[in-house]
Nanobody, 126 residues
């Protein structure tokens, strides 16, 4: 059974930084792309960033240049470093594991991900 546990969320002032972590278990972590999504109140869940099993990376346009996704296969953990945060980044952030192994492209769609964490709240005050 795949388990994804996010941590690192919190309250931060605009311009500040946070680092989210997602610890994975129940899967051969290095075989799977991992992603981060977020959902703000009253809005649909949206793609933030993803990293493939081979290290390919993609970001949503809204976070490019500010957020960095990385993974440590030895620790079964994926990270999201978030810099220059603004109030529009306020949301619950979810970690997700690809539903397929060794996908040849970086998955961007929620339907490509088969396992999800419970989410961690990020609140950016102005």
């Amino acid at each position: 059974q795949v388990q994804l546990v996010e941590s690192g969320g919190g309250l931060v002032q605009a311009g500040g930084s946070l680092r989210l972590s997602c610890a994975a278990s129940g899967l051969t972590f290095s075989w799977y792309a991992m992603g981060w999504f977020r959902q703000a109140p009253g809005k649909e869940r949206e793609f933030v960033a993803a990293i493939s099993s081979t290290g390919g990376i993609d970001y949503a346009d809204s976070v490019k240049g500010r957020f960095t996704i990385s993974r440590d296969n030895a620790k079964n953990t994926v990270y999201l470093q978030m810099n220059s945060l603004n109030p529009e980044d306020t949301a619950v952030y979810y970690c997700a594991a690809d539903s397929a192994t060794f996908r040849y492209y970086v998955p961007l769609l929620a339907r490509d991900f088969g396992s999800w964490g419970q989410g961690t709240q990020v609140t950016v005050s102005s």
